[in-house]
């Protein structure tokens, strides 16, 4: 489990490999409000390399979008798997992120 | 120097001419060390430095001789009955004899004072370890092992002294000699010995002069000697505190015997705080487990029984907590002759801080569920009851509440977030009923509702928390909601709790010996 930080453009993109849980939210949490103090603006968070996100992992990514706009800011995803999708669905959350299919598309989407 | 006594004896005896030995130590002057009676003797003061000589006294004359290899001590002989002169020729011949038992005799006399000297040590650290072996808290024994160990060195002024991780200083926890109030150390105080000593883990003897801090002034006077308390594993080593003695008695420095001493004391002082905070670990652990238990009774017993609606319902509903307590919940609810509430919760996370939120929002949830029919209008006051405290938390409850109205025939619901809630049909058709808004807490805006056709006794609620559609087994695979879903139609006419029953046994056949990773929440209902 680990989170890689990169900038491309305006765009802070965090890709999380593994697994989004209670034991490493904090740590995913932190790490974006760092790159928010700085007075970064633009996340993507890529789950290409994500196979599950438990309750808490979904909380912090709602706290985040939240903390994030506040900042005049925007939180966007991108490559959830299937069954991320399909959680995500239905649990209504994919009305509250914008969810796209790859990175390119994601961040020409900003 | 009892077989020199009985030489000496038996010589004077022979001769008539008593003898004496004198010894003197480097400052004091000469005292009788032996001698077969002690009337007839030289006064001290008169004995010569030299060595050999003939002393004329008011008694008689004496013969002084100085004992060889030895520091300053004297053999005497004289003055002899009747006035008789000692004979030089006697004096000769004893004079080795007494030489060499003189020697012998206060070798071993040095050799039983360090053997004493060395069973005091051990007495001291023997002692110490009952002291601790005995007690749990240090602090208790800290103060008896501080007035062993300055009795045994000798030291008026002594002091434990911890490191305390949050404030970053030495805090006392037992001094002995110290008329002040007792001051902590900060660990980065370069005036302080005591600081160094715990920064470079090593023991160190200090003048009165090295030590410049404020804060060290109480602990030492004179001389001072600082040891490191140190606990050391197989991982590595970790300072704990200090040791500190000062003000000897003798005025006399500190020997390598009683730095190896109060190193060894201060070693036994690590291992017992280490000890005692893993006992206090273990306790606070058992402790702990003992009040998770206690809360887990609670929460099972805030969930309401299936069989108190049973006029009204056929319920079967079970929580199986993946921790003593969790954040998966239930509720039923009476809200007229005709209508019936359930509802089905889980906040996310699981442990004591979702168990709490569980009870806040289930209490809530009875009081709104009085007041407001309408599903939608029940989460809206509910949402406004514990939105602060999910805010405060970042956590979120996803959230199934149905309302049956067997008059009207229909089921209305709300539903925030909550995955799995589904109606098998009398025809065997299973349609779900999908989350309306996101988990509850995540935005601010109220709850939609939706309604559908209610089929009394025949339509089936079947929800599920995704501790139960996620669980997953040794391989990796997940049991996932169609496995639930076809336990369910298989059994279907039968007893909820026959249903509920087939479907948990359906999920422990998948898991095998798997640990549970989430609460795992079931709830049937027909009316």
């Not at chain 2, 059994?491 to 010996?513: A, N, W």
Request: aromatic share 6%; net charge negative; glycine share 6%.
């Amino acid at each position: 489990m680990s989170f890689t930080i990169r900038k491309q453009g305006e765009i802070v993109v965090v890709d999380v490999e593994g697994q989004l849980i209670v034991g490493n939210r904090q740590e995913l949490k932190q790490k974006v409000l760092d790159e928010l103090e700085k007075g970064e603006k633009r996340f993507l968070i890529d789950f290409t390399q994500t196979g599950y996100i438990d309750s808490s992992g979904l909380g912090v990514l709602v706290s985040l979008s939240k903390k994030i706009r506040e900042q005049g800011g925007e939180l966007r995803l991108a490559n959830l798997n299937d069954d991320l999708k399909t959680l995500f669905e239905l649990t209504k959350l994919d009305t509250l992120f914008q969810i796209s299919d790859s990175r390119e598309r994601a961040l020409e989407s900003f | 120097m009892k077989d020199l006594h009985a030489v000496l004896a038996a010589f004077q005896e022979a001769t008539q001419c008593p003898v004496a030995v004198w010894v003197a130590d480097d400052k004091m002057p000469p005292t009788l060390a032996i001698a077969v009676s002690s009337g007839n003797v030289l006064s001290p003061d008169t004995l010569p430095e030299t060595e050999q000589g003939a002393l004329l006294t008011n008694n008689g004359q004496v013969i002084t001789a100085r004992l060889s290899g030895l520091k300053r001590a004297w053999m005497t002989m004289g003055p002899c009955e009747g006035g008789r002169r000692p004979l030089e020729r006697n004096a000769e011949l004893l004079l080795p004899v007494v030489n060499r038992m003189m020697r012998t005799g206060l070798e071993m006399e040095h050799t039983a004072a360090e053997l004493a000297g060395r069973y005091e040590e051990i007495s001291l650290l023997y002692t110490i370890s009952e002291i601790l072996g005995r007690t749990v808290a240090l602090e208790e024994a800290a103060k008896t092992i501080l007035v062993e160990l300055s009795q045994t060195v000798g030291s008026r002024r002594a002091a434990i002294l911890l490191y305390d991780k949050p404030t970053t200083m030495l805090y006392a926890v037992a001094a002995i000699g110290v008329e002040a109030q007792l001051t902590s150390i900060p660990i980065n105080d370069m005036g302080s010995v005591a600081a160094r000593v715990f920064r470079t883990r090593h023991l160190a003897i200090a003048d009165a002069s090295e030590s410049t801090s404020e804060h060290e002034a109480v602990y030492s006077r004179d001389t001072m000697l600082a040891a490191p308390i140190i606990w050391t594993s197989s991982t590595g080593s970790l300072p704990l505190g200090v040791v500190i003695l000062s003000e000897r008695e003798t005025g006399q420095p500190f020997s390598a015997g009683d730095q190896k001493l109060v190193a060894a004391v201060a070693t036994q002082i690590g291992i017992a705080i280490q000890n005692s905070r893993l006992v206090r670990a273990s306790m606070d652990q058992q402790r702990l487990q003992q009040e998770m238990l206690l809360a887990h009774d609670l929460q099972m017993k805030l969930l309401p029984q299936p069989g108190s609606l049973s006029a009204d319902a056929e319920i079967a509903a079970r929580v199986v907590p993946a921790e003593s307590v969790g954040g998966d919940f239930y509720h039923l609810f009476r809200l007229s002759n005709a209508a019936t509430g359930v509802m089905i919760g889980d906040v996310s996370g699981h442990g004591y801080r979702a168990a709490l939120i569980m009870a806040l929002t289930m209490s809530a949830a009875s009081i709104h569920a009085q007041i407001h029919s309408d599903p939608s209008a029940m989460l809206a006051a509910l949402l406004g009851s514990v939105r602060e405290e999910l805010a405060t938390t970042e956590m979120f409850v996803s959230l199934f509440y149905g309302v049956i109205n067997r008059k009207k025939s229909c089921l209305n619901y709300a539903n925030t977030g909550h995955p799995h809630a589904f109606v098998l049909g009398p025809d065997g058709k299973c349609d779900r009923l999908p989350a309306l808004d996101p988990p509850l807490g995540m935005v601010d805006a109220p709850p939609h509702a939706a309604s559908l056709p209610w089929h009394s006794r025949e339509s089936l609620l079947v929800l599920f928390t995704d501790g139960i559609s996620d669980a997953r087994n040794a391989k990796g695979d997940r049991f996932g909601e169609q496995r639930v879903l076809d336990a369910v139609k298989k059994y279907r006419s039968e007893p909820v709790e026959v249903i509920q029953e087939k479907v948990f046994e359906s999920l422990r056949r998948f898991l095998g010996r798997t640990p549970l990773r989430d609460d795992q929440t079931l709830v049937l209902l027909r009316a």
